[in-house]
């Protein structure tokens, strides 16, 4: 039998990285990320408009984080964290996100680690957590 969540206790954030001051724009991303917010947030969809936030272009891993920090915390049924963008690899081949001021010359300090992101998902009181990356290398967020 499937289940869908329960819209009062879930949570997701979209997050896409389209237009970047360095890396290769990815046009589609901006495109993609109101389509797929209205999927999930339609009367129908398994999460509620005020539930399901997306920010296209974020200024700062920051704005990312605290976000997506939010949404684990108010999370009880299911944490719904998608990402579409470049995927980057620091100096150590740890997985950072891109935001639009990322240098892959300087990885640590410009996109955000996706350990944030785990770190989130591993503290919230959501049954089920979901991650979708969309993005080269996301292979290593799970150690692969």
Same mark, same amino acid.
């Given at each position: 039998? @499937?289940?869908?969540?329960c819209p +009062?206790?879930?949570?997701?954030? &979209? $997050?896409g990285?389209s237009?970047?001051h360095i %890396?290769? =724009?990815?046009?589609?991303?901006q495109?993609?990320?109101p389509a797929?917010r209205?999927l999930?947030?339609?009367?129908?969809?398994?999460?509620h408009t005020?539930?399901?936030?997306?920010?296209?272009?974020p200024?700062s891993?920051?704005e990312v984080?605290v976000? @997506?920090?939010?949404?684990?915390? +108010?999370?009880t049924d299911t944490l &719904? $964290?998608y990402y579409?963008?470049?995927?980057? %690899?620091d =100096?150590?081949?740890e997985?950072?996100?891109a935001?639009p001021d990322?240098?892959?010359?300087?990885?640590?300090?410009?996109?955000l680690p996706y350990?944030?992101?785990r770190?989130a998902?591993s503290?919230t009181?959501?049954s089920?957590?979901?991650v979708?990356?969309d993005c080269?290398?996301?292979?290593r967020?799970f150690?692969?």
């Amino acid at each position: 039998m @499937i289940q869908l969540p329960c819209p +009062e206790g879930s949570r997701a954030v &979209l $997050i896409g990285a389209s237009t970047f001051h360095i %890396l290769e =724009d990815l046009p589609s991303v901006q495109a993609n990320l109101p389509a797929l917010r209205s999927l999930l947030a339609a009367s129908t969809g398994p999460f509620h408009t005020r539930h399901c936030s997306s920010l296209i272009d974020p200024a700062s891993a920051r704005e990312v984080s605290v976000a @997506i920090r939010h949404a684990a915390k +108010e999370a009880t049924d299911t944490l &719904l $964290i998608y990402y579409a963008g470049h995927g980057l %690899l620091d =100096d150590r081949g740890e997985l950072h996100l891109a935001i639009p001021d990322s240098d892959p010359s300087s990885v640590h300090d410009t996109a955000l680690p996706y350990e944030w992101i785990r770190r989130a998902i591993s503290t919230t009181g959501a049954s089920r957590r979901i991650v979708i990356l969309d993005c080269c290398y996301s292979a290593r967020a799970f150690g692969a």
